[in-house]
């Protein structure tokens, strides 16, 4: 199978293969989205100086960074209904796949966030305003391993970009073209994730830079 025609199934193939990456980018927003929200309330709850509450969301923290996101998503396969009836309204709430898949990596978001800015939170109040506001590119860096993790999503039966990808390689029919699909998909995360991280380092520099006494 010789490049030119490699070339030809992939840009061919190529609008496909960005729908399935629009739904890894979907889930990786609303993974962060919902596990930002969450780890925040964790983390001020954690600052509190009651002991009581600062305990109980230091458990609760322990318990979102531990759960293996892997594991999860079928957990909530299972455990959650396919639809939700909302009483009195005679309304349908669907619960798709993707969505799931979303709930399960922002798990590893509440972890995150909740350690990561209770540290910035303590620094700011101790004066050390650098170390807070690193929080922010921080937090952007792990939007792209959450990017990359979303590929999990496909044993649970989301059409994200691996499993787009398998697609495409079923009805190609060429074993040949099995290791430029699967590279084809690498250059597409890379191509997203690169410029994330490239540009929070930027971000980074400027703000130690600009905190220097």
Not at 58 to 79: D, K, S, W
Request: positive net charge.
């Amino acid at each position: 199978m010789g490049f030119g025609e490699v070339l030809k199934d992939l840009l061919h193939w190529s609008p496909f293969l960005a729908r399935g990456f629009l739904w890894n980018i979907l889930i990786s927003i609303v993974a962060m989205s919902f596990g930002t929200v969450l780890g925040c309330g964790f983390a001020v709850m954690r600052a509190s100086s009651r002991a009581s509450v600062s305990r109980t969301s230091g458990t609760l923290t322990e318990f979102a960074r531990n759960i293996p996101t892997f594991v999860f998503q079928f957990y909530l396969v299972f455990m959650l209904p396919i639809a939700i009836s909302v009483p009195y309204f005679n309304v349908v709430v669907p619960i798709p796949s993707w969505l799931k898949a979303s709930l399960a990596l922002s798990m590893a978001v509440t972890g995150f966030v909740s350690d990561n800015l209770l540290v910035a939170i303590k620094a700011w109040r101790g004066g050390n305003h650098i170390d807070a506001m690193l929080f922010v590119p921080n937090w952007a860096n792990y939007f792209v391993l959450i990017v990359m993790a979303s590929s999990a999503a496909s044993i649970i039966g989301v059409g994200e970009l691996v499993s787009s990808c398998n697609t495409v390689i079923n009805a190609i029919g060429k074993t040949q073209i099995i290791l430029w699909v699967y590279l084809y998909a690498m250059v597409w995360f890379f191509l997203f994730c690169y410029p994330v991280v490239k540009g929070m380092r930027v971000v980074r520099r400027y703000i130690e830079a600009r905190h220097i006494p």
